[in-house]
T-cell receptor, first 108, second 115 residues
Framework: AQRVTQPEKLLSVFKGAPVELKCNYS??????LFWYVQYSRQRLQLLLRHISRESIKGFTADLNKGETSFHLKKPFAQEEDSAMYYCALSLGNEKLTFGTGTRLTIIP | NAGVTQTPKFQVLKTGQSMTLQCAQD?????MYWYRQDPGMGLRLIYYSASEGTTDKGEVPNGYNVSRLNKREFSLRLESAAPSQTSVYFC??????????????FGPGTRLTVT
């Protein structure tokens, strides 16, 4: 069965420093990968998806099929980036498999 | 346009009691989902419905039943609550069946405690 691993439960980064949230997946085919974010007192929402190859709020993520990774990166962290981040995988159907999440805290 | 709404927001049950969590969406989405969120476990799919009249089990369906009442509403029922069902429950919906890279839209969650 497919699996998504986020090795860091907690990550603290100083404001202005680079951010990298790690995500690895186990699936031999061609999955679709997503990052979802939950800000304090807000709903879980889509941040970005690999198929769009877009940058949202300064975040980017590149799908590396060789390393089966989809790490989320931002060159300069901002305080408003503090949130819970979930990596998720779809096999092209309706269902998403989520990782366990990483709580990112930006230190002023 | 309220998106996905859930009721109640909070609930405390005693072991063995039953209850139904309600979910509705006003985006005309075909697919709807129920997840539970537990510390250190992420979100796990309980049940989903790809279209009105159909439901399928997800990763953790035991102890739950669902009803897709119509295109808008998808309810989750706990027949005999257990402390292991203490969790935050999220409902979500997504765009048309068969489309790749669905964005799922989430409700605000229901925090359930079973004592």
């Amino acid at each position: 069965a497919q699996r998504v691993t986020q090795p860091e439960k907690l990550l603290s980064v100083f404001k202005g420093a680079p951010v990298e949230l790690k995500c690895n997946y186990s699936y031999s085919g061609s999955p679709e990968l997503f990052w979802y974010v939950q800000y304090s007192r807000q709903r879980l929402q889509l941040l970005l998806r690999h198929i769009s190859r877009e940058s949202i709020k300064g975040f980017t993520a590149d799908l590396n099929k060789g390393e089966t990774s989809f790490h989320l990166k931002k060159p300069f962290a901002q305080e408003e980036d503090s949130a819970m981040y979930y990596c998720a995988l779809s096999l092209g159907n309706e269902k998403l498999t989520f990782g366990t999440g990483t709580r990112l805290t930006i230190i002023p | 346009n309220a998106g996905v709404t859930q009721t109640p927001k909070f609930q405390v049950l005693k072991t063995g009691q039953s209850m139904t969590l309600q979910c509705a969406q006003d985006m005309n989405h075909n697919s709807m989902y129920w997840y539970r969120q537990d510390p250190g476990m992420g979100l796990r799919l309980i049940y989903y419905s790809a279209s009105e009249g159909t439901t399928d089990k997800g990763e953790v369906p035991n102890g739950y039943n669902v009803s897709r009442l119509n295109k808008r509403e998808f309810s989750l029922r706990l027949e005999s609550a257990a402390p292991s069902q203490t969790s935050v429950y999220f409902c979500a919906s997504s765009e048309d069946e068969g489309q790749p890279s669905y964005e799922q839209y989430f409700g605000p969650g229901t925090r359930l405690t079973v004592t």
